[in-house]
């Protein structure tokens, strides 16, 4: 048969597909489950539920599982896990190795049509061969023998490695993708679906353009390192007569500052470079989440983006940040936080007194409603926010200064008292309770009902996992030892008293935080999702 029969063919299987598709888009997100989702992927499903859901049509979340010895089942409840947040509906989970029975049929069928072969070369006699453009010795089999020697590898009669099923394309072609890819090869590995009912497993070659066929799959989108694959795909779903899918390639999502591979997280987590899958400094999703990204963020990153076909764009870090930011400032409720706090004694307010000072939760949209906060005699500032000596760029309070304690009263230092090595340890201010002197700088400060002390809370503030924004193979050598600060006792307000994983909240001129997994009741934990604004050392 010649491949150009299948043209012959297209009127029928058009009218097949026709029929179960209803003329609908049908696409799918096809991940290896061999790790957790990155933000790359955000873009991918951006396009594959994405383009369906505009249509009217659908999209499958489909395991491209043939791989068995790097798969496993939690790297599959991850990414079903990922896939959900993002806010993307799967019409369906499937997995290539459900169609793994007819799969195996149409390989014996490719066989009997004369496009594979059982060939034991060795796998760099294999690359040698591609190379060179030579044929394989094992090239001319005859139908049978094939077919019986195929039937050994799958009875396990080989060992691993000693027998593989090799399309027959042309060995001669320019594009070394028809340069006979391997269909199936031999593994001893128990399959975390299929389990242990097969030792030969189809490759990607062989089962991406087959699976998207029998899925009836309308555009396959896949990024434009798999161009080069376009030809095998087509000459694979053709020579075996099957209905074909239309190939679309994108680039793929790179950022600065950061790596998109799933093999390269691996050996950051393993490594002991960061403390797992979700740590807040990696690129996965689930870090992006625990560090307090939300999926409208990502998704407005995918959308700025949008889809291209040049390669090798390197979106800036920021670029993610900013959209980070656009999605956080109408709903991270503000708080205020102290990192390094110092003592400041109002001697003019009364001792046994406190108040409930009403802050908003959004100031630009009042209708989000108000939060109480405590003041008291005593309040906490950020060590930051006072000098010894003024100047007229300086926000914060000095010696006889006057600055306003934000939502609440002005106040103004009279008096500094240090300790012996010179270190400010408390400040004693009298405060204004009509705020007569207007226009003055406002800072942010923490405070606790009289007689008690406010919250204390332990902040991570992550820096760029690598300082370089674009990364050679010596990639693993850039990693930046300060990637986490902790700042282990800060001061919080009572806002976040009872806050949970992922609440997230606007630390009033810090930054945008989120409560981490690791926090307690005793002890709340902050993650910095990102600062205030760009320029600030993050
Ligand atoms: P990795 O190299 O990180 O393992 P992959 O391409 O092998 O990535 P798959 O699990 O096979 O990962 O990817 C599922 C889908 O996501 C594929 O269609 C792939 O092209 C797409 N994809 C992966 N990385 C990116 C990226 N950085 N940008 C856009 N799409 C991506
Ligand atoms: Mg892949
Ligand atoms: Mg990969």
């Not at 489909?62 to 790097?70: A, I, L, Q």
């Not at 496009?115 to 089999?141: L, W």
């Not at 332990?458 to 370089?468: G, N, Q, S, T």
């Amino acid at each position: 048969p010649d491949p150009s029969d299948n043209i012959q063919n297209t009127p029928k299987l058009l009218a097949d597909h026709l029929k179960v598709t209803g003329g609908k888009v049908v696409t799918r997100f096809p991940p290896e489950p061999n790790g957790y989702l990155h933000i790359g992927h955000a873009k991918a499903m951006h396009l594959d539920f994405g383009y369906a859901k505009k249509m009217g049509g659908k999209c499958y979340l489909r395991f491209d599982d043939t791989n068995p010895e790097k798969e496993n089942q939690e790297y599959i409840d991850s990414i079903i896990d990922s896939v959900k947040w993002l806010g993307h509906e799967p019409c369906e989970i499937t997995y290539s190795s459900q169609y793994f029975d007819e799969l195996y049929d149409l390989a014996i069928e490719l066989i009997k049509r004369g496009f594979a072969y059982v060939c034991h070369q060795t796998a760099p006699e294999i690359a040698e061969g591609r190379e060179k453009m030579t044929d394989s010795p094992y090239r001319n089999r005859s139908v049978e023998e094939n077919l019986k020697l195929f039937d050994d590898m799958r009875q396990g009669k080989f060992e691993e490695g000693k027998a593989i099923l090799r399309m027959k394309g042309d060995m001669k072609h320019p594009n070394p993708c028809m340069r006979d890819l391997i269909a199936y090869r031999i593994k001893y590995h128990h399959h975390p679906v299929s389990g242990d009912k097969w030792c030969v497993y189809p490759s990607y070659d062989y089962t991406h353009c087959l699976v998207d066929s029998i899925e009836n799959i309308t555009h396959s989108l896949c990024t434009l390192e798999f161009e080069i694959r376009r030809l095998s795909y087509n000459w694979l779903i053709d020579v075996l007569g099957l209905y074909r899918p239309v190939v679309w390639e994108y680039s793929r999502l790179n950022l600065t500052h950061t790596v998109l591979s799933k093999r390269k997280i691996i050996t950051l987590v393993q490594n002991n470079f960061v403390s797992g899958w979700d740590d807040p400094r990696l690129s996965t999703l689930n870090a992006f989440r625990r560090k307090g990204y939300t999926p409208e963020a990502i998704n407005l990153l995918c959308e700025t983006v949008g889809v291209t076909r040049t390669n090798n764009t390197t979106i800036p870090f920021e670029v993610l940040e900013y959209c980070c930011r656009q999605d956080l400032d109408g709903r991270a409720i503000r708080a205020m936080c102290v990192f390094d706090p110092i003592k400041v004694v109002i001697t003019n307010y009364p001792e046994n007194e406190s108040e409930e000072i009403s802050a908003p939760n959004i100031p630009s949209n009042p209708e989000k409603g108000t939060h109480k906060i405590d003041f008291s005699r005593i309040v906490y500032i950020d060590r930051n926010d006072f000098r010894m000596v003024d100047n007229k760029d300086f926000f914060g309070l000095a010696p006889n200064k006057e600055i306003l304690l934000k939502y609440a009263y002005n106040i103004k230092c009279n008096e500094v008292i240090t300790d012996e090595t010179g270190k400010v340890t408390e400040l004693r201010v009298t405060y204004d309770k009509d705020n007569t002197t207007k226009k003055v700088k406002t800072i942010h400060w923490v405070s606790a009902p009289a007689g008690e002390e406010p919250a204390k809370a332990e902040v991570r503030l992550y820096d760029h996992l690598f300082k370089e924004s674009e990364l050679g193979d010596d990639w693993l050598e850039k990693v930046n030892p300060n990637s986490l600060v902790v700042i282990p006792n800060a001061l919080v307000d009572k806002t976040v008293k009872d806050s949970k994983q992922y609440d997230r909240y606007q630390f009033e001129r810090v930054g945008y935080f989120c409560v981490d997994k690791d926090s307690t009741t005793d002890k709340l934990v902050f993650n910095r999702t990102v600062s205030l604004k760009e320029n600030k050392e993050k």
